[in-house]
């Protein structure tokens, strides 16, 4: 019996600790497991809530170059379309995923008018939406022509050193151009009015929308919780001729959506021509212009200040007797419009019109 216990001591021992052992190895790798999951989702999530910020600013980058990059597109096959004669056009494919392109009926408005002759000088007014006023320095004007989208109408008066009135039935709804003849019908003066409409080019940010608006080849910019800017102005220039004479220039951008454009991968669109117009070609005196934005109240004061910089700091100067360039017209601030000072030589002035319709 003494030899009896080691015995059952040692086969107790043989099968109660190998089952021991199996059960703690089980439990130490589940936990390891949860561990290493926990782990890797604690990891998981700092790195996102890290990240997230730079995510979300790439985003936003990519979709501000993608705007620029259409607005680019968009006012390159707008200048090839309305060079094209009327009725003719191109196609065009663009991504518009994340970027809605919208219209912006009648929003800038802008004012020409000159002498076309050196023998008298002649003022049309606006007196009412149906009343214009001829005020001719030397009394030799004689008829008007009231030309529209609609129509033209003429009509004759007498000679008079008071204002004229002259009632019309001409409706404007995108451009008025009014033509002073004296009694052999010669153009003395022209005035012309164009309403352009534009397009809206909306793109969804992080931390809100950036609208990039096309007017006119001028380019306004808004970023959220930001004013609007005008990154580029229309194009308007005075050009050095080689016989001494100076050119102003203006090419107006009249672009109108018909029906809406969507949204996709690739959206095609068709741009065609209305028909190029010309409103002034030719010597050109006491020209005086004027541009009403309607998009934003700050638009127009970045106009203005970016036409009269060179003038306002040649003023300051004290070197105005030697300036060419844009001048106010009377006001020194531009609220009376503006003009070109070219020291006495002579103005050329050419103002053409690009219509464009756009649609699916």
Known sequence: MPKGV????????????PSLRREQRAVSEVLGVVMM?????????GVWVFLNPYISDFEDNTNWNSANGIAERFQDRIDVAGSAPEGTGIR????LQSTMIQPIEKVET????????PYDAVTVRDANSSTLGILA??????????????????????????EVLITHTSSRQHWMSVTVFNADGIALHRSVSYIVSGIQISTSLGLGEHQIALMNEARVER??????????????????????????????NDVTINGTLGS???VGMTMISLGPMMLFTGHAYNVKFTVI????????????????????LNRASGTLDTYIGYAPFMRASGADGFTVETQGAQLFLEVDVKRVEVSR
């Open 6 to 17: 080691p015995t059952v001591n040692a086969h107790s021992s043989t099968v109660l600790r």
């Open 37 to 45: 999951l926990a782990m890797v989702i604690t990891i998981m999530g």
């Open 92 to 95: 065009h494919t663009l991504a």
């Open 110 to 117: 802008w004012t020409i008018a000159a002498d076309l002759t």
């Open 137 to 162: 320095m030397n009394e030799t004007a004689r008829s008007i022509s009231v030309e529209t989208e609609t129509g033209t109408e003429h009509y004759f008066f007498n000679s008079s050193r008071q």
């Open 223 to 252: 970023f959220p919780n930001e004013p609007w800017r005008v990154t580029r102005f229309p194009n308007l220039e005075i050009d050095t001729l080689v016989n001494g004479e100076f050119r102003l220039s203006l090419v107006l």
């Open 264 to 266: 996709g991968n690739k």
């Open 293 to 312: 934005n309607a998009l934003n109240d700050l638009v127009t004061p970045q106009y203005h200040d970016r036409m009269l910089d060179e003038y306002t």
